[in-house]
Nanobody, 123 residues
Framework: VQLVESGGGLVQAGGSLRLSCAASGRTFTTYGMGWFRQAPGKEREFVAAISWSGGSTRYADSVKGRFTISRDNAKNTVYLQMNSLKPEDTAVYYC?????????????????WGHGTQVTVSS
């Protein structure tokens, strides 16, 4: 599976962005998907995850109520809608694929990773 993120950019605090992650391969529909982020000087952290069916989602406490993860299996794409952005959301955002299908917050369960897209939120 190859993953390509897009949709990052520069936005003012309070604004919105929608990230997309396009996946190659016929098995996308069986994969759980996750979004992680890494800010300069910090470790990669979990943001959101969605199960293979889309029936289960989970979020980091820091983004709950502001971010929404979704997927379109017909388009082999997972999305991250980010609203009410804050300067502390500034990071490189990565999508990842979990062959077990469940998605989750532990980065170690994800076998495939994209190269990331930069999100910068100005104050």
């Amino acid at each position: 599976v190859q993953l390509v993120e897009s949709g990052g950019g520069l936005v003012q605090a309070g604004g919105s962005l929608r990230l997309s992650c396009a996946a190659s391969g016929r098995t996308f529909t069986t994969y759980g998907m996750g979004w992680f982020r890494q800010a300069p000087g910090k470790e990669r952290e979990f943001v959101a995850a969605i199960s293979w069916s889309g029936g289960s989602t989970r979020y980091a406490d820091s983004v709950k109520g502001r971010f929404t993860i979704s997927r379109d299996n017909a388009k082999n794409t997972v999305y991250l809608q980010m609203n009410s952005l804050k300067p502390e959301d500034t990071a490189v955002y990565y999508c990842a694929a979990d062959r077990q299908g469940g998605g989750g917050s532990w980065y170690g369960r994800y076998e495939y990773w994209g190269h990331g897209t930069q999100v910068t939120v100005s104050s």
